[in-house]
């Protein structure tokens, strides 16, 4: 656990829990679904990872709303690290996030940690039904924590909404859109009151980093997907989007599972960008 800042495999984590020489892992339970927000919370309720803490997407993972700062504002990093600190996760303290989405929203924590500069913590590759598959049992027991201290430190860098327009000028930067390819195309969109996407983006649709059982594919077979989108640039120079700047940690995971590390988010992604009508959108 120790050693991986990106994914860890449901038998590489039993495996890791039976280890009662090692530091002991953090475990958080991220489900959620975008329709029902209180999804998360009542399934967490009902059985969970043994240990595992509960953070909502809404109210830990996500800053308070103004109407032009996106679905899913970045929350205060201060607030988050004593968040963090209080379910105990010490500076060094290996964590786990998962969910029952292919990492749809564990990716979202995983990030924030990457953001504020905590390196040990990882994804549960193909999630809560991978866990049970390989032989786990979920529990209804709330864990008891030990408050450590938690430094933010240097971490994964993040744009804003300047910078993404001033790159329509520059094309300092290539954005990739995680989104569906319709939503993408600007049709059949729900979630936010403007379909469409910003100009020059490209489409890389989260799913498709997954296998059908919900597991990720192939670091190799990533990276070949990844270049095929990003051409000649670096790594360096992506910047991740979505509808709200969750999903979009999901590409941005699966670039750093495929070695194709220092690509940045932009957190208000296509929510905050829609919110003002002088922005330009593409069909």
Same mark, same amino acid.
């Given at each position: 656990?120790? /050693?991986?800042?990106t994914?860890?495999?449901?038998? $590489?984590l039993?495996?890791?829990?039976d280890?009662?020489?090692l530091?002991?892992v953090?475990?958080? #339970?991220?489900?959620h679904?975008?329709?029902?927000?209180e999804?998360?919370a009542?399934? =967490?309720?009902?059985? %969970?990872l043994?240990?595992a %803490?509960? @953070?909502h997407?809404?109210?830990?993972l996500?800053g308070?709303?103004t109407?032009?700062?996106g679905?899913?504002?970045l929350p205060? $990093? *201060?607030?988050l690290?004593?968040?963090?600190?209080a379910?105990?996760?010490?500076d060094?303290t290996?964590?786990?996030?998962y969910?029952?989405?292919?990492? @749809?929203?564990?990716?979202?924590l995983?990030?924030?940690?990457?953001?504020?500069? %905590?390196?040990a913590?990882?994804?549960?590759?193909g999630g809560?039904?991978?866990?049970? *598959?390989?032989?786990? $049992?979920?529990?209804?027991?709330?864990?008891?924590?030990v408050?450590r %201290?938690?430094?933010?430190?240097?971490?994964?860098?993040?744009?804003?909404?300047?910078?993404? @327009?001033?790159?329509l000028?520059?094309?300092?930067?290539?954005?990739?859109?995680?989104?569906?390819?319709?939503?993408?195309?600007? /049709?059949?969109?729900?979630?936010?009151p403007?379909?469409?996407?910003?100009p020059?983006?490209?489409?890389?649709f989260f799913?498709?980093?997954?296998?059908?059982d919900?597991?990720?594919?192939?670091?190799g077979?990533?990276r070949q997907?990844f270049?095929s989108?990003?051409?000649?640039?670096?790594?360096?120079?992506?910047?991740?989007?979505?509808?709200?700047?969750?999903t979009?940690?999901?590409?941005?995971?699966? @670039?750093?599972?495929a070695?194709l590390?220092?690509?940045r988010? =932009?957190?208000?992604?296509w929510?905050?960008?829609?919110? #003002?009508?002088? *922005?330009?959108?593409?069909r």
């Amino acid at each position: 656990m120790s /050693e991986t800042s990106t994914l860890i495999s449901a038998s $590489a984590l039993l495996a890791r829990l039976d280890r009662s020489d090692l530091p002991k892992v953090v475990i958080f #339970d991220c489900r959620h679904d975008l329709a029902n927000p209180e999804f998360g919370a009542s399934a =967490y309720a009902v059985g %969970h990872l043994p240990g595992a %803490h509960f @953070m909502h997407l809404d109210r830990d993972l996500s800053g308070p709303l103004t109407g032009l700062n996106g679905r899913h504002p970045l929350p205060e $990093a *201060r607030r988050l690290a004593e968040r963090l600190a209080a379910c105990g996760v010490g500076d060094d303290t290996p964590v786990l996030a998962y969910d029952d989405a292919g990492g @749809m929203f564990a990716a979202r924590l995983w990030w924030l940690l990457r953001w504020l500069g %905590h390196e040990a913590v990882a994804v549960l590759d193909g999630g809560v039904q991978a866990f049970l *598959r390989a032989g786990g $049992a979920l529990t209804d027991a709330v864990p008891e924590s030990v408050p450590r %201290h938690f430094d933010i430190r240097p971490g994964l860098g993040s744009v804003d909404t300047g910078f993404v @327009m001033g790159n329509l000028e520059t094309a300092e930067a290539l954005v990739i859109d995680a989104r569906s390819p319709d939503r993408f195309r600007g /049709e059949n969109e729900t979630l936010d009151p403007v379909g469409g996407h910003i100009p020059r983006a490209r489409n890389r649709f989260f799913r498709d980093n997954l296998e059908r059982d919900g597991t990720f594919k192939p670091a190799g077979v990533l990276r070949q997907a990844f270049l095929s989108v990003i051409d000649d640039r670096q790594a360096s120079e992506v910047i991740h989007q979505c509808g709200s700047g969750v999903t979009a940690c999901h590409n941005l995971l699966a @670039m750093e599972v495929a070695g194709l590390t220092g690509s940045r988010l =932009y957190p208000g992604s296509w929510s905050e960008w829609c919110a #003002d009508p002088a *922005r330009p959108v593409e069909r």
